[in-house]
């Protein structure tokens, strides 16, 4: 697969962003393997921008693994100081299969008591109302009511 292709200005960018991030891979002395290949992989697609350090000590060696890494994984590359290579590709989008069954979940309700003195100020109170309880007009959160089942349908005549 070719290689991403950044302009100077998209390239300063990342190298600015990626001057805080620690090395989330290593190259050890066996070099590229599969393994890290995949793991490198791993990490392009959850953090977009990473930083790899290869421990050997031989430059050519790491201008090889640098040029490989942004062949086969579709990267561009940002920067090599040293022994810390910086990738960076754009992250795939997140797929997300609806669920039909899934019930709401919780939601966090701000309720304001208003004092019988008008000069002060409201009291503020943040309250969790689950999927199967309701808010009532005075604030309080009361469980909701199971179904009633009617009278006709239970007798089985």
């Not at 040029?67 to 960076?88: C, F, S, Y």
């Amino acid at each position: 697969m070719p290689q991403i292709e950044l302009t100077p200005a998209e390239r300063k960018a990342h190298r600015a962003e990626a001057h805080h991030l620690d090395p989330v891979v290593m190259i050890g002395s066996d070099g590229l393997t599969p393994a890290v290949l995949k793991e490198t992989d791993a990490a392009l697609n959850a953090h977009g921008l990473i930083k790899i350090r290869v421990l050997g000590d031989d430059r050519a060696a790491r201008e090889a693994i640098y040029a490989r890494l942004t062949d086969e994984l579709n990267a561009a590359p940002v920067q090599h100081i040293g022994k810390l290579l910086v990738l960076w590709r754009p992250m795939p989008e997140k797929t997300r299969a609806p669920d039909e069954d899934r019930k709401p979940g919780p939601k966090d309700v701000k309720v304001l008591k208003y004092s019988s003195r008008g000069g002060q100020r409201p009291e503020v109170r943040v309250l969790r109302v689950l999927g199967n309880q309701r808010l009532t007009a005075g604030g309080k959160v009361k469980k909701a009511q199971p179904k009633q089942k009617s009278v006709k349908k239970g007798r089985g005549d």
